[in-house]
């Protein structure tokens, strides 16, 4: 049987994100799910080994337990370099597998066709990758940057995972890679070292690794029809969001509003700090994106979200939407409240939202109004909190 192993545990740097990017959303799932599904759907293979970071491990192990349809799987925690962790990956492997694929959890589009065929010349030719031929020209350079030698295009071909080997040749090249303290930039490098020929399986451009933003967005397109999202029928206008949220006023809480702290003898409720102008923002912001809302992405059941400082929830929806090719425009918002009163307040809100997103304050509207002491706000129950955001 098959066993595959998924290299997860990168720092998606290049993403610019703080988030590990193969939890990002493609289509209707995580980048990680997409991937784990297309190669559930393959009868040969029986067994998953997704390779994570420590820091990840509880939300990927929640993430696979509650998606349907995966094949059996295993988490191992993963190295410093992507060699290392497919080698921790490696100490899994079930006693059936007589092949083993590795492919990028982060190149989600790869088709079951490219999967199957790699198994199929890895049995018959002991190691084989997919790879598709190369569009550019390629140049040796020397360290002055001077070019040494122009190789033949139609030699070349540009790799991709997944890459597949019989196990115990995959575990020696793995062997005598850490007794030489070699390392490779892909899988197959390690068993040419040792010797072995490594059959090519034509793959598809498609099959793209996830790395930089732009990367997202071109993956996004490349989906099939029915989970594409609406956005592709005009890039070039502006989108438009709206959010509101009210948070009870209660005693012994904080008041903080817009990341900053009011002095007020009563504070909000709620499993976060309860910033009701930040939510309606983020609301706005996932809204014009399309992209669900606040509950959906920050669970207020979720205790790693219970007391968390929302600019940090606001920060990463911008991260989010970067990751989707959107940048904000402008907001404009306005807090309902009896009492305190704001106005004090509203330039340093207005400066600390800026901060945190990293765009001019001129761009930020906070306004504030009472509602002349009728309905919930008015009686100072509690505070409601309206943002529209326009993205681009
Ligand atoms: N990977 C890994 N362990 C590492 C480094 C990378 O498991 N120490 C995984 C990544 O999670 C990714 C795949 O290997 O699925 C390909 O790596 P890459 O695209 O470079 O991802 P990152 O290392 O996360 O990105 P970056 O290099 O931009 O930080
Ligand atoms: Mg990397």
Same mark, same amino acid.
């Given at each position: 049987m098959v066993t595959a192993i998924f290299p997860a545990a990168g720092s998606s740097r290049r993403m610019g994100s703080d988030i590990n990017k193969i939890f990002l959303m493609l289509g209707d799932e995580p980048v990680l799910i997409r991937t784990l599904k297309t190669f559930s759907?393959?009868? +040969? *293979?029986?067994?998953? *080994?997704?390779?994570?970071?420590e820091n990840d491990k509880d939300d990927v192990e929640e993430l696979l337990n509650k998606t349907d349809g995966l094949k059996d799987w295993a988490i191992a925690i993963g190295g410093s370099e992507r060699q290392y962790?497919?080698?921790?990956?490696l100490k899994l492997l079930p006693e059936d597998a007589d092949i083993v694929l590795v492919h990028d959890a982060a190149r989600p589009l790869v088709s079951l066709t490219v999967i199957e065929e790699v198994i199929e010349a890895a049995e018959k030719f002991g190691g084989a990758i997919a790879a598709v031929p190369e569009k550019?020209?390629?140049k040796f350079i020397d360290a002055q940057n001077f070019v040494t030698y122009t190789p033949p295009r139609s030699k070349l071909v540009e790799v991709q995972t997944p890459q597949g080997f019989r196990r115990e040749l995959l575990l +020696?090249?793995?062997?005598?890679?850490?007794?030489?303290?070699?390392?490779?930039?892909?899988?197959?490098?390690?068993v040419e070292r040792i010797g072995d020929r490594i059959k090519i399986v034509k793959s598809d451009y498609s099959n793209i690794k996830i790395t930089t933003p732009e990367d997202l967005t071109m993956a996004q397109s490349l989906l099939p029809d029915e989970i594409q999202p609406a956005v592709t029928h005009s890039a070039a206008l502006p989108r438009i969001g709206i959010g509101y949220d009210v948070h009870k006023l209660v005693h012994d809480r904080n008041l903080i509003l817009g990341n900053v702290k009011i002095d007020y003898e009563l504070g909000l409720a709620g499993h976060s700090d309860a910033d009701v102008l930040i939510h309606a923002i983020?609301?706005?912001?996932?809204?014009?994106?399309a992209l669900g809302d606040i509950g959906q992405h920050f669970p207020d059941n979720d205790v790693r979200y219970k007391g968390i400082d929302s600019g940090e929830l606001l920060k990463r929806v911008d991260m989010l939407i970067k990751a989707h090719g959107?940048?904000?425009?402008? *907001?404009d918002s306005t807090i309902v409240a009896q009492k305190p009163k704001l106005a004090p307040y509203i330039l340093k809100i207005r400066a600390r939202l800026a901060e945190i997103l990293q765009i001019d304050s001129s761009l930020i509207s906070v306004k504030a109004t009472t509602t002349e002491g009728l309905g919930f706000t008015g009686k100072g129950e509690g505070i409601a909190a309206y943002a529209n955001v326009l993205i681009y």
């Amino acid at each position: 049987m098959v066993t595959a192993i998924f290299p997860a545990a990168g720092s998606s740097r290049r993403m610019g994100s703080d988030i590990n990017k193969i939890f990002l959303m493609l289509g209707d799932e995580p980048v990680l799910i997409r991937t784990l599904k297309t190669f559930s759907q393959s009868p +040969r *293979i029986n067994f998953l *080994i997704v390779v994570v970071n420590e820091n990840d491990k509880d939300d990927v192990e929640e993430l696979l337990n509650k998606t349907d349809g995966l094949k059996d799987w295993a988490i191992a925690i993963g190295g410093s370099e992507r060699q290392y962790s497919i080698a921790n990956g490696l100490k899994l492997l079930p006693e059936d597998a007589d092949i083993v694929l590795v492919h990028d959890a982060a190149r989600p589009l790869v088709s079951l066709t490219v999967i199957e065929e790699v198994i199929e010349a890895a049995e018959k030719f002991g190691g084989a990758i997919a790879a598709v031929p190369e569009k550019n020209t390629v140049k040796f350079i020397d360290a002055q940057n001077f070019v040494t030698y122009t190789p033949p295009r139609s030699k070349l071909v540009e790799v991709q995972t997944p890459q597949g080997f019989r196990r115990e040749l995959l575990l +020696r090249a793995y062997q005598q890679a850490e007794e030489d303290n070699f390392l490779g930039t892909d899988d197959s490098s390690l068993v040419e070292r040792i010797g072995d020929r490594i059959k090519i399986v034509k793959s598809d451009y498609s099959n793209i690794k996830i790395t930089t933003p732009e990367d997202l967005t071109m993956a996004q397109s490349l989906l099939p029809d029915e989970i594409q999202p609406a956005v592709t029928h005009s890039a070039a206008l502006p989108r438009i969001g709206i959010g509101y949220d009210v948070h009870k006023l209660v005693h012994d809480r904080n008041l903080i509003l817009g990341n900053v702290k009011i002095d007020y003898e009563l504070g909000l409720a709620g499993h976060s700090d309860a910033d009701v102008l930040i939510h309606a923002i983020i609301d706005a912001i996932l809204g014009a994106a399309a992209l669900g809302d606040i509950g959906q992405h920050f669970p207020d059941n979720d205790v790693r979200y219970k007391g968390i400082d929302s600019g940090e929830l606001l920060k990463r929806v911008d991260m989010l939407i970067k990751a989707h090719g959107y940048k904000i425009g402008n *907001i404009d918002s306005t807090i309902v409240a009896q009492k305190p009163k704001l106005a004090p307040y509203i330039l340093k809100i207005r400066a600390r939202l800026a901060e945190i997103l990293q765009i001019d304050s001129s761009l930020i509207s906070v306004k504030a109004t009472t509602t002349e002491g009728l309905g919930f706000t008015g009686k100072g129950e509690g505070i409601a909190a309206y943002a529209n955001v326009l993205i681009y």
